[in-house]
């Protein structure tokens, strides 16, 4: 099913309906949001594995646990400046066009991601360490609330009516292959110089290898053209001139419920990708390349079932698609954490895939049906705000509360209620809306 999918994409110029063109928009949302995720993941998981010690160090001397809290808690900070970057990005991005944005946001994520890998540690300036790591983690924040909203429209608005859920996908499954590059990086450098030099300057590495990613990606992303809906619009003259005050009058309520529909899945996402590495190591005491091992390998399940979830949201519809993922999520949310707690590291790669099976059905889909839910001249700005504040809703402080939970209950299964109760809010929120497939995107979206 996915294979022949996949396939269309390395044909000739044009098989299955696939032309060159949307390959070379395919290609562009793919590396961008792969990079942007990866600047993303790295930062999330040398959260979990160094930055206590080396940027919050008297808390570690005084409450370890307080140090890794805050530690956390500089991810969610940055998820605090998402919608920010979602009004400022969305709103030029339906004025100016969305090829612009797709450059500029990748540009400033991965200049910050850069900069945090030269930063110096509070062992060497004190309280400015931790102050400098945090401002470029607010600028991390800002430009990915503007990423994502750009590269969706652009596969989204490129693709065949028929293909849309799956065009979608390549945005969605760039967040996954990041993680591989994030997680993969950090177990070959740990492996590679050992626990001691990845503490004291191995850590680095992966930030300052941002750099060339970057330029790879902005060269592939200046070489698309700009969205034809967006194209359209301009040849009509039907571009809004205030397209955030358009949005707030006329959709606050799909705002919200794009919100809450993402909710749950950043929110397991995030204690996927920061808290479960994290938690396997420092608690549970599992061999540190094991557990990179398997995170690495819980990130190609994932790649591989957001893939599924973009086929499948053209052939079962968005909204079915991310109902049983949604459904799977409840129901594994809690068990999987049983398994994690076994030790045993076949059955934590069995829990992530587990997890990754819900996330990945309840992620593919999620450009398409976004998309289609938001006329044309506010389209940019409803998509990265919906998606911006799902994301301070759910993914900005799940580590940090799962930390909180492990050290107020020593329950980790009491992490899977909590995950629990976010996907049926997340399942309700989608099952309000009539499945907007197929809607005439030139036209203007559909809103119920």
């Not at 005084?62 to 400022?88: C, D, E, H, K, Y």
């Not at 996954?176 to 300057?201: D, F, H, R």
């Not at 809690?334 to 996330?359: C, E, H, Q, R, Y």
Request: proline residues 4%; contains cysteine; aromatic residues 12%.
């Amino acid at each position: 099913m996915v294979s022949s999918e996949v396939g269309a994409l390395r044909g000739g110029a044009s098989v299955q309906g696939v032309s060159a063109d949307e390959k070379k928009v395919l290609a562009a949302t793919l590396v961008g949001t792969t990079i942007e995720w990866y600047d993303f993941f790295v930062y999330a998981q040398a959260a979990g594995l160094v930055f206590g010690p080396l940027f919050f160090g008297p808390m570690v001397q005084n409450n370890p646990l307080l140090a890794q809290i805050v530690s956390f808690a500089t991810i969610g900070l940055s998820f605090l400046f998402r919608p920010l970057g979602a009004i400022f990005c969305g709103h030029m991005g339906d004025r100016i066009g969305r090829r612009a944005l797709f450059v500029l946001t990748l540009v400033l994520m991965g200049v910050a991601t850069a900069v945090i890998g030269l930063l110096p540690t509070y062992a060497q300036i004190g309280p400015w360490a931790p102050a400098l790591l945090i401002l470029m983690r607010i600028l991390q924040g800002f430009s990915a609330g503007g990423e994502w909203g750009g590269a969706a429209l652009m596969a989204v608005e490129h693709a065949p009516v028929g293909k849309r859920s799956f065009f979608g996908s390549f945005p969605q499954i760039g967040t996954p292959i990041g993680m591989v590059l994030a997680t993969g990086a950090l177990w070959i450098l740990t492996n590679w110089l050992g626990k001691p030099a990845m503490t004291e300057w191995g850590w680095r590495v992966p930030f300052l290898f941002s750099i060339v990613l970057i330029v790879i990606g902005a060269i592939i992303r200046r070489s698309v053209e700009e969205s034809p809906v967006f194209a359209e619009m301009v040849r009509r003259q039907k571009e809004s001139a205030a397209p955030l005050r358009d949005l707030l009058r006329g959709h606050s309520r799909e705002i919200l419920r794009t919100a809450l529909i993402f909710m749950a899945n950043n929110a397991a996402g995030y204690i996927f990708i920061a808290f479960m590495i994290s938690y396997a190591l420092n608690t549970l005491k599992m061999p540190v390349d094991q557990v990179l091992l398997v995170s690495t390998l819980g990130a190609v399940t994932w790649f591989i079932f957001t893939l599924t979830g973009g086929v499948l949201g053209d052939r079962w519809g968005r909204v079915r698609t991310f109902q049983v993922g949604y459904a799977i999520m409840v129901l594994w949310a809690v068990p999987m954490w049983f398994l994690i707690d076994s030790k045993n590291i076949l059955l934590f790669f069995v829990a992530a895939a587990g997890l990754t099976l819900g996330l990945g059905l309840s992620y593919g889909p999620q450009a398409a049906l976004y998309a289609e839910l938001y006329p044309a001249n506010v389209r940019y700005s409803g998509v990265s705000v919906g998606y911006a504040l799902g994301a301070v809703f759910g993914g900005a402080f799940a580590p940090m509360i799962a930390q909180w939970i492990i050290g107020v209950y020593g329950s980790s299964w009491a992490i899977g209620v909590y995950i629990m109760i976010l996907s049926i809010i997340s399942l309700a929120a989608v099952s309000t809306i009539k499945d907007p497939k197929g809607v005439d995107l030139n036209a203007g979206g559909i809103v119920h």
